[in-house]
């Protein structure tokens, strides 16, 4: 019988095998170069005699009015000795750099100011998909190894370490060419290198609602509460409150308010969060009023993406510069709507209350227009031009 047969059967077959035969063939051989020492009393360990090289340089712009950091071209030269798979290498340097391009540009552990962890799904921790990495330009400088027996390095995702390290400088040399350049954090976004272009952003005039989303066995868990200043009295706000037509010029998304009793009120509203849109029916109630001082709204939303339900309490006092309407709610949604990440419907609640009083003291004749906005005329103003 040949040998080939006899290594085939005891692979394939090893079942017509004789029973007094119970091991295959096999050779198990150790190779270690006389290089590499044993580990020291210290455990000191020299792990590999086959350390690969790389020389990373990238062009970066960031954005003089949104502070967008974006890479213009990026050039990655990598010495692994002699590569004996082109496009096995080629793949592990691209694996490489779209993991150093999310760590440096989008992936975050958020915490809240309580130590809540704020980044614990997909919605609020961003990973880079093929928009947002761009094509490197790959070069290679083979120099073998004298210690392995092929001359081959290692290779294996080494721009995850030098990547993030040269947006970073490229991202100091940018905001300061001259020199004096920044501590960098990363992820470098927008809202870090804003203090660096614009300077310390100024105490808010606006409104900026407390806001806080947390999980629950039927959804998500909203609270919150905040302060706003409208130039009226408090009889004025108090009145506007309970006038379907205010509410309805005031609510984001509002379709339209309908009284339907002397504290009750039907509303129709589109609300979105993220990729999750949708329109909603809700009923509101009033209760424990105190004209004009206090009020509780109560209410329920029912939509096809999601239902809402909770109330709130606000209070009004007056001030020098009009009324403060002080708020404090407490509301659960459900349905698809509540699947999007914590900071995401933090987010949104922050914008939907925020733009809520920002028309409020619009519509009683307070100050301008708020941080909203300035940013939705930016945006405007940049589509126009052409740019996206």
């Not at 808010?204 to 009226?232: I, S």
């Amino acid at each position: 019988m040949s040998f080939a047969r006899v290594a085939a059967t005891a692979h394939w077959s090893p079942g017509t095998l004789p029973d007094c035969v119970d091991q295959t063939l096999r050779e198990t051989v150790y190779w270690s170069p006389p290089e590499l020492e044993a580990p020291t009393a210290e455990d000191g360990i020299n792990s590999s005699l086959c350390h690969g090289f790389i020389f990373d340089f990238c062009g970066v712009e960031i954005d003089p009015e949104t502070a967008e950091p974006k890479i213009d071209r990026y050039v990655t030269m990598h010495d692994c000795g002699r590569i004996l798979h082109p496009a096995m290498v080629d793949g592990q340097v691209r694996g490489g750099f779209a993991q150093a391009v999310g760590a440096a540009f989008l992936e975050e552990y958020a915490y809240g100011a309580d130590g809540s962890f704020q980044s614990g799904t997909l919605a609020d921790y961003l990973l880079p998909t093929v928009i947002e990495v761009p094509e490197p330009v790959i070069l290679h400088h083979e120099t073998p190894s004298p210690f392995t027996p092929l001359g081959a390095k290692g290779v294996g995702e080494g721009n995850c370490m030098s990547t993030p390290v040269c947006i970073a400088n490229a991202v100091a040399d940018a905001l300061a060419p001259e020199g004096d350049s920044p501590d960098i954090v990363l992820p470098v976004t927008a809202a870090k290198l804003a203090p660096h272009i614009f300077g310390d952003e100024p105490a808010p005039k606006d409104p900026v609602p407390e806001t806080k989303a947390e999980a629950t066995t039927g959804g998500r868990k909203l609270t919150g509460n905040g302060r706003a200043v409208v130039q009226a009295s408090r009889a004025d706000v108090w009145q506007m409150l309970l006038d379907p037509a205010t509410l309805d010029a005031i609510i984001p998304g509002s379709h339209g308010v309908q009284k339907v009793g002397e504290t009750r009120f039907k509303a129709d509203v589109t609300l979105g969060v993220g990729p999750v849109r949708g329109r909603y029916k809700a009923d509101i109630e009033l209760s424990d009023l105190d004209p004009p001082n206090a009020v509780t709204l109560s209410g329920q939303a029912v939509g096809a993406l999601g239902t809402g339900g909770g109330h709130g309490r606000i209070t009004l006092t007056d001030t020098d510069d009009g009324t403060e309407i002080a708020y404090r709610y407490e509301a659960e949604i459900g349905g698809k709507v509540a699947s999007v990440g914590g900071r995401l419907l933090d987010g949104a609640a922050k914008v939907v209350i925020g733009e809520f009083f920002r028309a409020l003291a619009r519509y009683c004749g307070g100050a301008g227009p708020g941080p909203l906005a300035r940013l939705m005329g930016l945006f405007h103003r940049i589509t126009k031009g052409g740019q996206s």
